[in-house]
């Protein structure tokens, strides 16, 4: 069955709701899919309606994107198509867009006017000797569990890595009853007070974004948690599960370990669709080129949030107003000068919150932090390489002949997660990375043959 609708929104977070409730205003046909089966984005990861958590997201960071959650949630003219994954996405030769959509039930088609790609970002994988053991986690991943189901992964965590959100993740263990053995930053602290010292009167009308780490540092000072900077890890112990995490000053006992060195877009789709990439940030992978009014050089292709570059759920909120707008003028339901009149203060917000972003980045800048890797380290995990196996043929080949010769990249995760760490290794800047080809995510052979 296909059903056909004026937008598709791909993604359910801050953006992805922004844009949709801005077109629904508009008397817009709209629907959202999403993978997860409740609304909210990484941002504001629900649990089940089954499942009750009292006080969740109660921190008044959260209120703004709570208040857009309920919004959204409350507005029964939006069509919803939750625990469904976007596996391909084409334009017609009418213009229309086709989505297919995988779930546990099978297939199904969805065909659109317009489409809004607003997939959000995922944890940058970076490889290290022993991060395979059971135990370790992206520092995304744990927070995940902390704020859909109450689990604490760990009786002793270590938070490691370069990305200040570790500190907000670790304070958030703690006041859920977790232990932390401790938060190890890469760089000294030196490094990131400069970073902030001289690019912190460009972002001076978001500095108010950095109170949450300030609060978070202070939740970590009144429980005794030790927050050291220029003690990058370098290897996970343990034989069967984690056992510690090694850094130049010594072991740190533990049984679970969170990495945090920042975060790379959902792109697959959009490179799918051969739109124009560019090179996201330091922590890595692609962002998708947009317009003004976020239309990537696909027409009829719009993007907002994190694919478009990792700045943030404020900034993503921002963009996904921007390109509900400019959807809306695009297909007349509301003229170009009121639609500009309207996202005024969508842009002016969204321009200084991208100012805040690549502040952070230059605290967060993972790149002179990557642990080193042996040569028995898994590079692709999915597919068991290991970095003695892709070593020989660093020759100057290209991400696509490495994958063919190594299989890296091939596995379940078909490289969202070596791709970045192989393009490292490469260090050819002009290395576009894996093709991205369809199915964008693991479909079961009987779902596609039927």
């Not at 084409?90 to 039930?105: E, I, N, V, W, Y």
């Not at 003229?335 to 321009?351: C, I, L, M, P, Y």
Request: with cysteine; glycine share 10%.
């Amino acid at each position: 069955m296909t059903n056909h609708y004026d937008v598709a929104i791909i993604g359910g977070g801050p953006a992805g709701q922004a844009a949709a409730l801005t077109l629904d205003d508009l008397k817009l046909k709209t629907v959202v899919i999403d993978e997860q089966p409740r609304a909210g984005g990484q941002i504001l990861r629900q649990p089940p309606r089954s499942f009750q958590i009292p006080a969740w997201m109660e921190d008044r960071t959260y209120a703004p994107l709570v208040k857009l959650l309920r919004r959204f949630e409350a507005q029964t003219s939006i069509n919803w198509i939750g625990s469904h994954s976007v596996i391909g996405l084409r334009r017609r030769p009418d213009g229309l867009f086709t989505l297919t959509l995988c779930s546990p039930d099978g297939l199904r088609l969805v065909t659109a006017a317009r489409v809004l790609i607003a997939a959000g970002c995922q944890d940058l994988a970076v490889p290290l000797p022993g991060w395979t053991l059971p135990g370790v986690y992206s520092a995304g991943g744990m927070q995940a569990l902390l704020k859909a189901q109450r689990i604490v992964p760990g009786g002793h965590i270590v938070l490691a890595g370069t990305h200040p959100l570790q500190l907000l993740i670790a304070a958030q263990i703690v006041e859920a009853g977790g232990s932390v053995a401790a938060v190890l930053f890469s760089q000294p602290r030196g490094t990131m007070l400069k970073a902030g010292i001289r690019n912190g009167l460009r972002a001076l009308d978001q500095l108010s974004a950095a109170f949450p780490a300030i609060r978070a540092l202070a939740t970590l000072r009144r429980h005794g948690v030790k927050v050291l900077y220029n003690a990058p890890i370098q290897a996970i112990c343990g034989t069967d599960r984690v056992a510690a995490a090694q850094h130049p000053g010594g072991e740190i006992v533990c049984d679970a370990v969170g990495l945090c060195y920042g975060f790379v877009s959902q792109s697959s789709l959009p490179r799918m669709m051969s739109a124009k990439m560019r090179k996201a940030g330091p922590a890595g992978g692609w962002a998708t080129l947009c317009d003004e009014w976020m239309q990537s050089s696909i027409p009829g292709l719009y993007v907002a949030g994190e694919t478009t570059g990792i700045a943030g759920a404020n900034a993503a909120m921002a963009s996904g107003k921007i390109a509900g707008f400019g959807i809306a003028a695009e297909l007349g339901a509301i003229s170009q000068d009121e639609a500009a009149r309207r996202v005024s203060r969508h842009r002016a917000n969204h321009r200084s919150l991208l100012r805040f972003a690549r502040l952070l980045d230059e605290i967060a800048d993972p790149r002179p932090f990557f642990p080193a890797l042996r040569d028995d380290t898994l590079v692709c995990r999915c597919e068991e390489v290991a970095l003695a196996q892709i070593d020989p043929v660093l020759d100057g080949r290209s991400a696509n002949a490495v994958k063919l010769v190594t299989r890296c990249g091939m596995g379940l995760c078909q490289g969202r997660n070596c791709e970045p760490t192989l393009l490292r290794l490469l260090d050819n800047p002009n290395d576009p990375g894996f093709t991205a080809r369809f199915p964008a995510r693991p479909v079961a052979i009987g779902d596609l043959a039927t």
